[in-house]
């Protein structure tokens, strides 16, 4: 069975610093990919996904993950903190082959950026 | 751009009485989902449709939430009796299903529901 575990419920960093929220996956046969970002008050939106083609992937406000199967992770990163990135990231996964298309979700990771 | 849209935003209701909440998903979109979010369970799915039709609602308690979609521009989800367990925020999405994982959900912004 699939799941997805995310490190840290909580991650602080400062302005300007880098952003790096964790990601591991299992998944029997190839996965999709997702992050989604939630800001207070809002749904889910997505900010990046992987589907089998480059495995360094750019979503928006300069966020990229990288795909690295060996080590089962699709770790989350951007190079300078904003106070405006300060929300929840969601990661998930979805069988490739699935065609009633479950998505499994990570539990989350607040962002938290400080001054 | 286009949105989901859900209403009510915001419920406050008594135990006992019904609710419903409704979501009106993207024009084209044949895949509606409900998920219920809390800080103790995190994202759970609730239900969804594939063209209308329910394909999951696992996730569901039976004995008091209900979902449907009486057509392909609302989908509702309705609790009778409420609990107070059932405070919540309560959120719908869509996306085209092209029969793989690939799909993208689009989120509305959610029914935040309060039960006294």
């Known amino acids: 069975a699939q799941s997805v575990t995310q490190l840290g419920s909580h991650v602080s960093v400062s302005e300007g610093a880098l952003v790096l929220l964790r990601c591991n996956y299992s998944s029997s046969v190839p996965p999709y990919l997702f992050w989604y970002v939630q800001y207070p008050n809002q749904g889910l939106q997505l900010l990046l996904k992987y589907t089998s083609a480059a495995t360094l992937v750019k979503g928006i406000n300069d966020f990229e993950a990288e795909f690295k199967k060996s080590e089962t992770s699709f770790h989350l990163t951007k190079p300078s903190a904003h106070m405006s990135d300060a929300a929840e990231y969601f990661c998930a996964v979805s069988d490739a082959v699935d065609s009633n298309y479950q998505l499994i979700w990570g539990a989350g990771t607040k962002l938290i950026i400080k001054p | 751009d286009a949105r989901v849209t859900q209403t009510p935003r915001h419920k406050v209701t008594e135990m006992g009485q019904e609710v419903t909440m409704r979501c009106q998903p993207i024009l084209g979109h044949n895949t509606v989902f409900w998920y219920r979010q809390t800080m103790m369970q995190g994202l759970e799915l609730l239900a969804y449709?594939?063209?209308?039709?329910?394909l999951d609602d696992s996730g569901m308690p039976k004995d008091r939430f209900s979902a449907e979609m009486p057509d392909a521009t609302l989908a509702t989800l309705k609790i009778q009796p409420s609990e107070p367990r059932d405070s919540a925020v309560y959120f719908c999405?869509?996306?085209?299903?092209w029969g793989s994982g690939a799909n993208v959900l689009t989120f509305g912004a959610g029914s935040r529901l309060t039960v006294l």
């Open positions: 999405a869509s996306a085209i299903s």
């Open positions: 449709f594939r063209n209308r039709a329910p």
